[in-house]
């Protein structure tokens, strides 16, 4: 069986249901496998006559030994499918050009890739707890920077033996996206706004997590603490599909040769998305690069190219919000992974980081990062211009977050010449984040003065595209979350309302 064990230590290891139920390791640690199964070339050309939900099951029992196959295919037939998504290919590949396609893996509820885990994130949860003997009411809490709250909502809603508490930066987030959250519907959902960035936001959520004497109090009432951040491997795994599933799509349209290499080029924030783009090549998906695409709080180019990691700069609020973090929580899994499991040297760093905000990993270690990875950056400026350049020159419309990759593929062709067959990955739908959108298609004038709810129509009609099914008439739904706390009430607001019923 494939067992999980913490990233800082204490080596016994646990079942994938049991990782998932925990999220977060008691150590303050994240569970990663002991080994990593690799899959033959044959099984990876076979994949190209599956459908999204055969590709997902196949991949997913590769890690997840402990479910049966008839579990998998269950959780994964609740997640992928044509209720939720918008397209029967789940997650579709487009050309644009020669040596480029886009991975859409927006089509879900939200329009935005957290989509791909967090629809399927609450049934893994929910057999994990059937298979662990768990009778707690699992509590799930989230940090967001917009779009992991409402994909963890709308997965979580109504799901029975859950509950779900959301917290998302006050101003951090754009219009649509809170929208979306505070109109949420179901009987176990909170969501609280809070005065602060993300970063202090994921920092309230993992103090509560840990904070031992709230367990305790937790426990005596029969509640348990479990994550829907992308610490939780259950949110990482089914990640790793996509990866498996764009290859398997070249291959079918005959755009590359089965065991050909191809580079992947991911909008990076948390560092999830990229990070099981680094498993599915470490289980033998042809990789040539995994090229982590950044905005202005470029923590993560600068670490990339220097093997020095500084959170010591102001962040930036940008127009591709989701990737506004400094602190990248899943790096610390892949320093896990290139040091070969080395917990010592990995709690280490992670001290560092937390009390004088740096660390360095290295000359050793940046050589072995440099065989998988390249890193670059756009600014805002370069971001807008891509919108602008892609939709003129390829027809096509691409989201903020998005754009930052198409940008830094630019970069890197320029900087290596290297024109190996190339897969961004496409996170959001342009829809989501409109406003920006329309900025760089149509000028400032178009967007002055319109609130983001005119501009769906706005670029719904210009560019000919419906608005999609999640994004509509949002603004006539009933605000039904308007609580707002500091960043240092977050574990009063908690208590209070799991333990008075208040909110
Ligand atoms: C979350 C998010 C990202 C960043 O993904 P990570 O896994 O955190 O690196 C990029 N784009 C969009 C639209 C997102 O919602």
């Known amino acids: 069986m494939v067992l999980y064990e913490s990233t800082r230590g204490g080596k016994e290891g646990i079942p994938s249901a049991e990782a998932i139920k925990r999220g977060i390791s008691s150590n303050g640690g994240l569970y990663v496998p002991q080994q990593i199964k690799e899959i033959n070339q044959k099984d990876i050309s076979n994949l190209a006559n599956m459908s999204y939900a055969q590709r997902a099951v196949f991949i997913l029992k590769q890690f997840l030994d402990d479910f049966t196959d008839d579990e998998l295919a269950d959780c994964v037939n609740s997640a992928y499918n044509t209720r939720k998504f918008a397209t029967a290919d789940i997650a579709p590949i487009k050309p644009i050009s020669e040596n480029l396609c886009l991975l859409e893996l927006w089509h879900g509820p939200t329009c935005a890739f957290k989509d791909m885990a967090l629809q399927i994130l609450p049934h893994f949860l929910v057999k994990a707890m059937e298979k662990t003997g768990e009778e707690c009411e699992i509590v799930i809490l989230v940090a967001t920077s917009g779009d992991t709250g409402k994909a963890a909502l709308e997965g979580f809603a109504d799901v029975k033996g859950t509950r779900i508490i959301v917290f998302y930066p006050e101003n951090g987030v754009s219009e649509v996206q809170k929208y979306q959250m505070i109109t949420q519907t179901g009987s176990n959902v909170k969501v609280f706004g809070v005065n602060g960035n993300f970063d202090d936001t994921q920092s309230g959520v993992k103090r509560i997590f840990t904070d031992e004497k ?95 990691y500084d959170r010591r700069r102001k962040f930036i609020r940008t127009v591709s919000p989701s990737m506004d973090i400094l602190i990248s929580s899943n790096l610390e899994r892949l320093l896990y992974e290139l040091t070969g499991h080395d917990d010592q040297r990995v709690s280490d760093w992670m001290n560092r980081l937390n009390e004088d905000g740096h660390y360095e990993v290295g000359q050793n270690l940046l050589k072995e990062l440099h065989k998988s990875f390249w890193a670059g950056w756009s600014n805002q400026d370069e971001t807008l211009k891509t919108i602008e350049c892609v939709y003129k020159e390829n027809n096509y419309v691409l989201d903020t977050h998005t754009a930052v990759a198409v940008d830094v593929y630019d970069k890197y062709v320029i900087t290596t010449g290297d024109l190996t067959p190339t897969v961004i990955v496409s996170t959001a739908s342009p829809f989501k984040f409109n406003g920006s959108v329309c900025k760089a298609l149509f000028g400032e004038q178009v967007i002055e003065g319109k609130t983001e709810f005119e501009l769906l129509e706005i670029l719904s009609k210009r560019t000919s595209m419906p608005i999609p099914a999640g994004l509509k008439d949002l603004d006539n739904k009933s605000v039904l979350h308007s609580n707002v706390c500091e960043k240092y009430d977050m574990k009063t607001v908690v208590t209070e309302y799991l333990f008075k019923g208040e909110y």
């Not at 065991?259 to 099981?276: E, H, M, S």
Request: overall charge positive.
């Open 214 to 308: 709230l367990i305790k109090e937790m426990a005596k009432r029969n509640l348990k603490f479990s994550s829907a951040n992308s610490i939780n491997w259950g949110r990482l795994v089914p990640q790793i599909v996509y990866y498996f599933s764009a290859y398997a799509d070249l291959v079918k349209i005959d755009r590359i040769k089965a065991g050909d290499k191809i580079n992947f080029v991911v909008p990076t924030g948390n560092f999830g998305n990229i990070l099981a783009g680094y498993y599915a090549m470490r289980m033998g998906l042809p990789v040539n690069k995994l090229i982590c695409a950044s905005n202005d709080n470029n923590v993560l180019t600068d670490f990339i190219r220097t093997g020095h």
